[in-house]
């Protein structure tokens, strides 16, 4: 049995080697070939979906905030992918998932309905969770995996001391804004600071980056073969564990809230 971790983790350690290589050059021709350009930050118009998500931000936020009820029930970044452990520690950064790299997450969403349905207008669409980052905390530098997607940040909980909390990519640095988005590509070198003592939470999604042809064909080739990689099925594993942890929560909480309610209501025997 040892034998055989010994040689997974050695097929691991290969594949993540010598994929991380094909995976930079492939990144380098689908920046040259970007519809966008190839730059840190993008302008947010470029993306229509942006402005639906900004319409729809205290919608969101309200079902965020019903989730955030639950918090002790939310894991850390980590506990979903063990890959993030070295920018990822104790409780400082959860994660609550509604699609990840193209799996939607069926229990999450139907905890958040409404969210769901606003993500389900935008076209493309491949991965979208709550960041939830805790007071004081650092994520530090560190890249995505893939070009092949454009990220945005819709920010839903800032902190009021919005200069102390920011992110930079590559040589340019950012704050959110509650109800506003900003749309980055991950690729490069970024980091975050909430060096505040409110937390910071934002909706994060992957949209497929706007390519031509062949190279938008390249690209949802490479994006399925990332899917079938340990890195994203390790992370599907994990997150179907919480998300059943965290919907019997959820009922636990409601059957406690009901039966407090009708013992309230019960009629009180005279004295």
């Not at 470029?46 to 936020?61: D, M, Q, V």
């Not at 007071?135 to 070009?147: D, E």
Request: glycine share 4%; with cysteine.
């Amino acid at each position: 049995m040892k034998s055989v971790q010994s040689f997974r983790t050695r097929r691991r350690a290969y594949v993540k080697n010598h994929g991380r290589r094909v995976l930079q050059a492939i990144d380098r021709y689908l920046g040259r070939a970007s519809l966008v350009g190839d730059h840190p930050f993008f302008d947010k118009d470029l993306f229509p979906y942006n402005r639906t998500l900004e319409e729809n931000w205290k919608t969101i936020r309200t079902e965020l905030e019903q989730i955030l009820e639950h918090r002790e029930h939310i894991p850390p970044f980590h506990q979903i992918s063990p890959d993030q452990s070295r920018i990822s520690t104790g409780d400082h950064w959860l994660t609550f998932i509604l699609y990840g790299f193209g799996h939607r997450s069926e229990r999450n969403c139907q905890q958040c309905p409404r969210t769901t349905r606003v993500l389900e207008t935008i076209p493309r669409l491949k991965s979208a969770w709550f960041s939830i980052l805790a007071p004081g905390y650092h994520i530090p530098p560190h890249r995505g995996i893939t070009k092949g997607v454009v990220r945005t940040h819709l920010g839903l909980i800032i902190p009021r001391e919005r200069e102390a909390c920011r992110i930079r990519v590559g040589d340019q640095t950012r704050r959110w804004e509650e109800g506003k988005c900003l749309v980055l590509d991950d690729t490069f070198e970024h980091e975050v600071w909430n060096e505040t003592d409110e937390q910071r939470v934002v909706l994060i999604i992957d949209v497929e980056r706007p390519l031509p042809q062949p190279a938008r064909l390249l690209n949802r080739l490479m994006l399925r073969a990332v899917q079938l990689t340990a890195y994203v099925q390790d992370a599907r594993r994990n997150l179907s564990s919480w998300e059943e942890r965290f919907e019997s929560a959820v009922q636990r909480a409601d059957s406690y809230h009901m039966e407090t309610e009708a013992t309230a209501d019960r009629p009180q025997p005279g004295r």
